[in-house]
């Protein structure tokens, strides 16, 4: 059963470690149905009161009618590559990397992520894509274990199907590692995200600096690769997520019949539908669909495929997920906000929505009993800005 979204839980009790409890008051607070003037107190790391009203006790932040939003919940970032590998072979060091890419995301109000990684590389290959997920999972699940990070991680396996070493990689996580999610790509050129050829061009030789025969070679190296091992790793990465207890979501469905093969597998969300139909299948199936923020923001997809905005329109949209720009994600909520006249609606789509596609019970709401997740959120014309972001209670941007 959920907590009751207003009132209050228990006596006061000061945090254990001494910490001050945290008060936000005058405050317009996003709930999940409702936009209400009042306050909210996290004590010991969870919300333990959420009151309605104008006024500011002492020693209460007043936030002037600010907005006090759920911690965001990011389900797939990309941007930890960009810190890892700042530019193409220019490899940084991994903790400073970790550290910087887990501050900058509490600094665009994400107190969750799930850190994409990828597992299965190619052999012989121009474009370099080489294993490193094990190494990076273990450096991160240490630095977390040691309390390095501002806000919440887990791990993300985005499993390339097409590859040539997908299971011997996924063979060495376990349950231990707590994977959140697996998600099951399939990058082969001409279809999904890169049905257009002059796209993943584009995307591929521009980044990793090949030339027109380099990619050729490319291509046709990852197309053998989809014959030989595709049916195979497809069922071997469910396989893995089962066994680490994972969810498992689908990845660049692009026709009914793929989502179809998506929901059959066992997949609670769709990653970035590549289609109109492919979207609408979801609906039907019982999959949420999610799209990234950049999509919205700019209004189309850097890979010439569907426009988030225009599900968004058609209320097949669910989740959405900042993919590599962080900061996309609270931008893409006010401007979903603005479409649907539904700051909650809008809001759900980065807290709560994500919370519950992947089974996390303790957040994703303004609720009592939940994590004191929370950030305040202005208006400077259209744009929110963030005036503070809290994980647990504590302040971390
Ligand atoms: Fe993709």
Same mark, same amino acid.
């Given at each position: 059963?959920?907590?009751?979204? &207003?009132?209050?839980?228990?006596?006061?009790?000061p945090?254990?470690?001494?910490?001050?409890?945290?008060?936000? =008051? !005058?405050?317009?607070?996003?709930?999940?149905?409702?936009?209400? +003037?009042?306050r909210?107190?996290?004590?010991?790391?969870?919300?333990?009161?959420?009151?309605?009203?104008?006024? &500011?006790?002492?020693?209460?932040?007043?936030?002037?009618?600010d907005?006090?939003?759920?911690?965001?919940?990011?389900?797939?970032?990309?941007?930890? %590559?960009?810190?890892?590998?700042?530019r193409p072979?220019?490899?940084?060091?991994?903790?400073?990397?970790l550290?910087?890419?887990?501050?900058?995301?509490?600094? +665009?109000?994400?107190? +969750?992520?799930?850190?994409?990684?990828?597992?299965?590389?190619?052999? !012989? #290959?121009?474009?370099r894509? *080489?294993a490193?997920?094990?190494?990076?999972?273990?450096?991160?699940l240490?630095?977390?274990?040691?309390?390095?990070?501002?806000?919440?991680?887990?791990?993300?396996?985005?499993?390339?199907?097409c590859?040539?070493?997908?299971?011997? %990689?996924?063979?060495?996580?376990?349950?231990?590692?707590?994977?959140?999610? &697996?998600?099951?790509?399939d990058?082969t050129?001409?279809?999904?995200?890169?049905?257009?050829?002059?796209?993943?061009?584009?995307?591929?030789?521009?980044?990793?600096?090949?030339s027109?025969?380099?990619?050729?070679?490319?291509?046709?190296?990852?197309?053998r690769? @989809?014959?030989?091992?595709?049916?195979?790793?497809?069922?071997?990465?469910?396989?893995?997520?089962?066994?680490?207890? =994972?969810?498992?979501? /689908?990845?660049?469905?692009?026709?009914?019949?793929?989502? %179809?093969?998506? @929901? *059959?597998?066992?997949?609670?969300? =769709?990653?970035?539908?590549?289609?109109?139909?492919?979207?609408?299948?979801?609906?039907?199936?019982?999959?949420?669909?999610?799209?990234?923020?950049? #999509?919205?923001?700019?209004?189309?997809?850097?890979?010439? !495929?569907?426009?988030?905005?225009?599900?968004?329109?058609?209320?097949? $949209?669910?989740?959405?997920? /900042?993919?590599?720009?962080?900061?996309? $994600?609270?931008? /893409?909520a006010?401007?979903?906000?603005?479409?649907? #006249?539904?700051?909650?609606?809008?809001?759900?789509?980065?807290?709560?929505n994500?919370?519950?596609? &992947?089974?996390? +019970?303790?957040?994703?709401r303004?609720?009592?009993?939940?994590?004191?997740?929370?950030?305040?959120?202005?208006?400077?014309?259209?744009?929110?800005?963030?005036?503070?972001?809290?994980?647990?209670?504590?302040?971390?941007?």
């Amino acid at each position: 059963m959920n907590p009751p979204l &207003v009132g209050k839980v228990g006596a006061s009790h000061p945090h254990p470690d001494g910490h001050a409890p945290l008060c936000l =008051a !005058n405050a317009q607070l996003v709930l999940t149905d409702q936009v209400l +003037t009042g306050r909210i107190i996290v004590q010991a790391g969870v919300v333990t009161d959420i009151l309605e009203g104008d006024d &500011v006790p002492p020693g209460a932040i007043d936030c002037r009618g600010d907005y006090v939003l759920p911690g965001l919940i990011e389900l797939h970032t990309d941007n930890l %590559e960009r810190h890892i590998e700042p530019r193409p072979e220019v490899n940084w060091p991994h903790l400073p990397a970790l550290v910087a890419h887990d501050a900058e995301l509490a600094s +665009t109000g994400i107190t +969750t992520v799930f850190d994409a990684l990828r597992v299965g590389s190619i052999h !012989n #290959n121009k474009a370099r894509y *080489k294993a490193y997920a094990r190494d990076l999972a273990t450096e991160l699940l240490a630095a977390r274990d040691a309390g390095y990070f501002r806000i919440s991680h887990f791990l993300h396996l985005r499993a390339e199907t097409c590859s040539d070493t997908l299971l011997e %990689e996924m063979a060495e996580f376990g349950p231990e590692d707590r994977v959140g999610i &697996v998600s099951l790509m399939d990058h082969t050129p001409g279809q999904r995200q890169f049905r257009d050829l002059h796209a993943l061009k584009t995307y591929v030789a521009k980044k990793r600096g090949l030339s027109d025969a380099d990619f050729d070679e490319h291509v046709a190296n990852l197309k053998r690769l @989809q014959r030989l091992y595709g049916a195979k790793h497809q069922a071997g990465a469910v396989a893995e997520a089962n066994r680490y207890g =994972a969810t498992l979501a /689908s990845h660049d469905d692009t026709t009914a019949e793929q989502v %179809e093969t998506s @929901q *059959k597998l066992g997949a609670h969300f =769709a990653e970035f539908p590549t289609t109109y139909e492919a979207a609408l299948a979801c609906r039907a199936s019982g999959l949420a669909v999610m799209m990234g923020a950049p #999509n919205i923001i700019r209004g189309m997809s850097h890979s010439g !495929n569907v426009s988030a905005m225009e599900l968004a329109k058609e209320g097949l $949209l669910d989740i959405v997920s /900042s993919d590599y720009v962080p900061s996309a $994600l609270l931008l /893409s909520a006010f401007r979903l906000s603005d479409v649907w #006249n539904d700051l909650p609606r809008a809001v759900s789509c980065v807290t709560a929505n994500p919370a519950m596609a &992947v089974g996390l +019970t303790d957040r994703g709401r303004l609720a009592l009993g939940l994590r004191g997740d929370v950030l305040r959120v202005t208006l400077a014309g259209d744009a929110p800005l963030i005036r503070g972001v809290w994980s647990q209670g504590h302040r971390v941007s």
